[in-house]
């Protein structure tokens, strides 16, 4: 017998003496929105989900209407951490807002800071973090170590944590999207079909794939 036989042998018997424990598959948080929910199953749980929208057209605030519909259907809650106090609640009637926590911020840190205070209580099934109006010095004023400060917070959690930004800036995300819309201000008066957003993956769990619907 050869080496190489020997070796394959040795493989497989420490393969049957030592087999790899069969790890569960990660939980994900379904948002009723199809672009998401089809390119990783929904938001992944216990880990970050970085939402980029490069343009001020691409409907990032109908996103966030969309996923607190959700919630008020499923009978959640959803927190908001608003990096630039720009959320409108205005249109979305009281009904709704009764499953949202709204957490006012004026600069990009102060909403870092509000998020880690809401992953320690770990009571929402959703935290988003907007900070697609905050400008690019503020941004680049957060440190790498607040967002992986985040990811060990999040992961023991069975909480989604998503963070949208007008450009990909978090190393830690499992999760890179990109909401690659451009509406016309027609479109956004109206009520946006869900079904009309179109997502770009940047990268789930290492893989690279693209879904436009």
Same mark, same amino acid.
């Given at each position: 017998? =050869? +080496? ?12 049957? &003496? ?14 009723? /929105? ?13 880990? /970050?989900? !970085?939402? #980029? ?12 209407? +969309? ?6 259907? !499923? ?5 908001? /951490? =608003? ?13 709704? $807002? ?34 697609? $109006? ?5 941004? &680049?004023?957060?440190?790498? #170590? ?8 999040? !992961?023991?959690?069975? #909480?989604?944590?998503?963070?949208? #930004?007008?450009?990909?800036? /978090?190393?830690?995300? %499992? ?10 201000? &027609?479109?956004?008066? !109206?009520?946006?079909?869900? +079904?009309?957003? &179109? ?9 690279? %794939?693209?879904?436009?619907?």
């Amino acid at each position: 017998m =050869d +080496a190489s036989s020997r070796i394959i042998d040795l493989r497989n018997l420490l393969a049957e &003496r030592f087999p790899e424990p069969q790890i569960a598959p990660q939980a994900r948080l379904a948002t009723g /929105i199809a672009a998401l929910d089809q390119a990783n199953g929904g938001l992944p749980k216990g880990a /970050i989900t !970085e939402l #980029t929208s490069a343009h001020p057209s691409s409907g990032s605030a109908s996103l966030i209407a +969309a996923l607190l519909q959700r919630a008020h259907a !499923e009978g959640q809650f959803l927190a908001l /951490i =608003d990096g630039r106090d720009s959320f409108d609640p205005q249109p979305l009637g009281n009904n709704l $807002l009764g499953n949202l926590l709204w957490v006012r911020c004026s600069k990009a840190i102060e909403a870092v800071k509000a998020a880690d205070l809401l992953l320690r209580d770990g009571n929402f099934p959703l935290v988003i973090l907007d900070l697609v $109006l905050n400008s690019a010095d503020e941004l &680049r004023k957060i440190p790498q #170590t607040s967002w992986y400060r985040s990811q060990r917070l999040v !992961e023991p959690l069975a #909480t989604a944590f998503l963070v949208l #930004t007008r450009r990909s800036m /978090i190393s830690s995300a %499992q999760v890179k999207l990109t909401l690659e819309n451009r509406w016309m201000l &027609r479109d956004l008066q !109206e009520d946006v079909d869900c +079904a009309r957003f &179109r997502v770009h993956v940047q990268r789930v769990q290492g893989g690279k %794939q693209e879904l436009a619907i």
